[in-house]
């Protein structure tokens, strides 16, 4: 995840951007075309169905969200084999989900969130980013960031579904990756602290919502994942809900695309709190 968002040492945003496994974005984007994201989840091996009432809606069944694992040479599978590993995991089914999200609990959250807001300084931020600490400051932890986890990932680092079927790559990889880790609120604390030094209009409160909000889209890996795959297909979900049963093959989430010719008002960004495994495991209570 980290290494996709600091991809090819640039600082370039469009380049920078986390990417899709692109079995993902080959038919193009979904926005709020509920039919595209049908033929996405079942191009990649899901059971759908869609919901005609009250509104339309888009039916994925628990059981097909298994991730399949073979030594399949055919590059068309193992593609989306990736993608669906990317699906699963982002939300929040993956069979080793509780191991991805202690791995990035422990060794990338905080990395990811420093990362994602040096990247919204850089964009929103011009007259702080004349100014040479601020610049310095940025250019170092950006550089730290991509020197440590090219170190951690493994030779398919690259890629932003690597913690999605190689979940304990990052965490027994590297202790120097625990270190920054274990350093990213001072850090953060220490580029606002220049940030209002360099640009006398930007409070102190607007840069900490800014960066609790960035902490809370991608508070679990499962929602990092859903953000980056919402802002690439330019999309945005109005509600998600899940069904149980007694008979497992009914077992189903419902999920609920925002339509600006239906919805008033624009949902604020989705994510899910608490998480789907644990509402599964534990119940709604």
Same mark, same amino acid.
């Given at each position: ?8 040492? &640039? ?5 920078? @951007?986390?990417? =899709?496994?692109?079995?993902?974005? +080959?038919? !193009?984007?979904?926005? #709020? /075309? ?13 059971? &759908? ?5 009250? @509104?339309?809606? =888009?039916?994925?069944?628990?059981? +097909?969200? !298994?991730?399949?694992? #073979? /030594? ?214």
């Amino acid at each position: 995840l980290i290494s996709s968002a600091l991809r090819n040492g &640039t600082h370039s945003i469009d380049e920078a @951007r986390p990417l =899709l496994p692109p079995t993902l974005l +080959s038919s !193009g984007k979904i926005r #709020n /075309n509920l039919s595209k994201l049908k033929s996405l989840f079942d191009d990649h091996g899901f059971r &759908t169905s869609v919901v005609t009432s009250p @509104r339309e809606a =888009l039916s994925i069944y628990k059981d +097909s969200c !298994g991730c399949t694992t #073979n /030594n399949d040479d055919d590059e068309t599978t193992t593609d989306n084999n990736f993608g669906k590993a990317f699906l699963v995991a982002m939300l929040g089914l993956h069979p080793d989900q509780n191991a991805i999200e202690r791995c990035y609990a422990a060794s990338a959250r905080g990395i990811y969130c420093l990362i994602l807001f040096c990247r919204k300084i850089r964009t929103s931020c011009s007259r702080a980013m004349e100014d040479a600490r601020v610049m310095e400051m940025i250019s170092k932890y950006e550089d730290e960031c991509r020197s440590l986890v090219s170190v951690a990932t493994d030779s398919h680092g690259n890629d932003i579904y690597v913690a999605a079927t190689s979940p304990k790559v990052v965490a027994s990889s590297s202790p120097s990756l625990h270190g920054l880790h274990s350093t990213v609120s001072q850090r953060v604390s220490s580029l606002m602290t220049a940030i209002e030094r360099a640009d006398h209009n930007i409070r102190r409160d607007q840069l900490q919502r800014e960066y609790d909000r960035i902490k809370s889209l991608n508070s679990t890996y499962a929602n990092a994942l859903l953000q980056i795959f919402l802002d690439s297909h330019e999309s945005s979900i109005k509600d998600i809900y899940f069904k149980g049963s007694h008979a497992p093959k009914y077992e189903r989430l419902t999920i609920y695309l925002y339509d600006p010719h239906l919805d008033e008002i624009k949902p604020q960004r989705f994510t899910f709190l608490p998480c789907l495994r644990r509402v599964i495991d534990d119940g709604p209570e």
